[in-house]
DNA sequence: CGGATTCTTGACCGGGATCAATACTTGTGG
DNA sequence: CCACAAGTATTGATCCCGGTCAAGAATCCG
């Protein structure tokens, strides 16, 4: 029997207004109406437990999805068979962007552990869009914040060392946590280090090799996935020694 | 005196209708309104000389751009002194998007030829959009095409070779020369071997090695910056050789 | 022309990949 | 609850691709 399956709650009407994530996915000031508007298009919250698919490369696009609870890796493979992780999304962050320019996805979107996502009818998006100029105008600027970071990406790949890329890649876990309310010093990677380095362009082992550098450096501590950010100074002049020319 | 501010042509209306490049940038099946609606928002074409700005990092969002000839490169330069080409636009693609989230642009648009532009004041695309659905649609799609576009580019930089990347490079801008009509398998080079190598990530003197090799495979014939792809299954395969394991 | 920019090629070096062995963690079924 | 298997992480040894430094050639442009 399918957990996944099972774990769909259809029959609980999401609402937008009550949610503890809303600052992270909605524009301020929306009013009530818009409110109960953009509830109504997340026709519903959908668990997805870890490993399992949230949509396929090739999928039809049906749905755009936000992250509520938990992450979720994106990645896309090749017919070479080269395979890429193309980033990691925490909770307030969009995901099936991809999907509409052909109408279907091209990446795949797998959870990292066990999450929840809510699920928007893409047609219905579209026609609240149409209604709406605050949504119509948010949802561009998340298409744009996309872009944004993938141009942070490209600069990672394009022109760091491998453990400028790692310094890079913690620092911006780390901000990330800390807008969602965590710890900035102190959390749990849910990937694993195949997939970091996949993501930052590296082997596994030098992902590995840089974590060990770093603990030695005394700039973080780490066991298994737990992290925690001893020095985020110097974790930061990692990435500044460039300057220095 | 300053020739690319002579050169804004501010008084000759654009017709979208009658551009050659409308295929490009525009959705198929506009009404004859929508058309006029289109060319009501490019308020003017401007041309900018080679080596000019369209507008740089930190510049406010005013305006997207469509190039309509020539080309034009986007990068990223960082506090610590890093650039990062992230891409080179040909005719009917897209600038400025990247402006929209932060409200002022992150990175900075560079002529690589005499060129010109469709310029589109932010808010007008937005007032068009809450009117004509379609546009809307189509606005996401382009979007969300940019999107697709930089997932490629993280692909190159993180999973390919130097020949590999090259490769793919040269194969993307013959099937997007192709699109615009001219020969998929002659064509100048607008930007440098540093440019290039930026944009891959690579060093100047990688991708002129490379260049050579393939010249010395027969792939290509190269003079300066004028391309002859000889063998373009040839190239492809350099891709597919990553199969074969 | 002549100077600046761009490109090619060579020699050498080093960072990260690869291969390999081992340890640790997690999960599953007996 | 333990045993075993599968997945994951660390670390070492070695190799090679692409970076770096440098010299010279070709091309562009005023």
């Given at each position: 029997m399918n957990l996944t399956e099972l774990n769909?709650?259809?029959?609980l009407p999401p609402d937008c207004s009550a949610c503890k994530q809303k600052t992270l996915c909605l524009p301020e000031g929306l009013s009530n109406e818009e409110f109960v508007n953009c509830s109504n298009i997340v026709t519903f919250n959908k668990k997805i437990s870890k490993?399992?698919?949230?949509?396929?490369?090739?999928?039809?696009?049906?749905f755009l999805y936000i992250v509520k609870l938990g992450s979720v890796k994106s990645s896309i493979v090749t017919d070479e068979g080269r395979e890429q992780v193309i980033g990691f999304n925490m909770s307030g962050e969009m995901l099936g962007?991809?999907?509409i320019y052909h109408g279907f996805h091209t990446c795949t979107a797998t959870a990292l552990e066990d999450s929840e996502v809510c699920v928007m009818p893409y047609e219905d998006l579209e026609a609240l869009c149409g209604q709406s100029p605050a949504i119509d105008s948010h949802v561009r600027r998340l298409f744009s914040r996309e872009i944004v970071l993938q141009h942070h990406n490209l600069l990672m790949l394009g022109s760091m060392s491998s453990t400028e890329r790692l310094a890079a890649f913690l620092l911006s876990l780390s901000k990330r946590f800390e807008t969602r309310g965590f710890s900035r010093t102190e959390f749990v990677l849910r990937m694993t280090r195949a997939d970091i380095g996949s993501f930052l362009g590296l082997k596994l082992e030098t992902i590995s090799r840089a974590l060990s550098k770093f603990t030695e450096l005394g700039l973080i501590e780490i066991h298994q996935k737990h992290v925690h950010i001893v020095n985020p100074k110097g974790l930061r002049s990692i990435l500044q020694e460039h300057k220095r020319i």
């Open positions: 769909e709650t259809p029959f490993g399992s698919r949230l949509f396929h490369a090739g999928d039809p696009l049906r962007i991809d999907g």
